[in-house]
């Protein structure tokens, strides 16, 4: 099998489905990582840069990446780009990786880049393309720190449908979540390696395992 995370920075994948990417890893399939933003002067300094470009780095070694498609658009600034120059670019790597399974960052999110990318990645993966492209499931995952902070509307809701146990691989996305330096938080903050911790416990428990990662299922294909 071969699976496509699509982040919209770098640490959504890890907050949102990183227990699922190790089960996957080790049940033998394929993980491909698509980052659609990064980091870029003037917003953030030049070592900033070069630290968070290092930080992929070791992140996609942890993870064993198969490959790692890094579509360059500048971070926070996706509302500025032509739309269809962000479908265009999504739609190349799901061209080239031909996954069968997609997890997304959640449409709702407040952060504007994640909403982009989501409607992007819909675009590029519509319903009649999927059996050409051979993608039986499209699955939206939550990032703490955006999904959480988005506004209490029908349509921004996170209400997830799939459960993943990640109970066997909680402590190794933990310690793939600590590579993450520049974005970690002290606790109680949402990307406080604690509140991944908590976040993980709750799912778990709304479907009786000790640590599970949740999604909401967009689209399948059976």
Do not use: N
Request: proline content about 5%; charged content about 25%.
């Amino acid at each position: 099998m071969r699976v496509l995370a699509i982040s919209g920075h770098p640490d959504d994948e890890t907050l949102g489905c990183g227990g699922t990417l190790l089960r996957h890893r080790a049940d033998g399939d394929e993980v491909y990582w698509v980052i659609a933003t990064q980091a870029t002067e003037p917003r953030w300094q030049a070592e900033t840069v070069r630290q968070k470009a290092t930080e992929v780095e070791q992140v996609a070694q942890a993870y064993a990446m198969s490959d790692v498609h890094r579509l360059g658009f500048p971070a926070a600034m996706l509302d500025v780009m032509p739309h269809a120059e962000v479908v265009e670019a999504l739609c190349g790597v799901v061209a080239k990786v031909r996954p069968d399974v997609v997890y997304v960052v959640h449409g709702g999110d407040i952060h504007t880049d994640h909403r982009i990318v989501f409607d992007a990645s819909i675009a590029a993966l519509k319903s009649h393309y999927m059996k050409r492209l051979g993608v039986t499931r499209v699955a939206s995952y939550e990032t703490l720190s955006s999904t959480d902070a988005a506004p209490p509307l029908a349509d921004r809701t996170f209400a997830p449908s799939i459960y993943r146990d990640v109970t066997e691989y909680l402590e190794q996305k933990l310690a793939i979540m600590a590579m993450y330096e520049s974005e970690l938080q002290p606790f109680p903050m949402p990307r406080a390696l604690e509140s991944v911790r908590a976040l993980a416990r709750c799912r778990g428990a709304t479907v009786g395992v000790a640590y599970a990662e949740a999604f909401m299922l967009i689209r399948e294909l059976t």
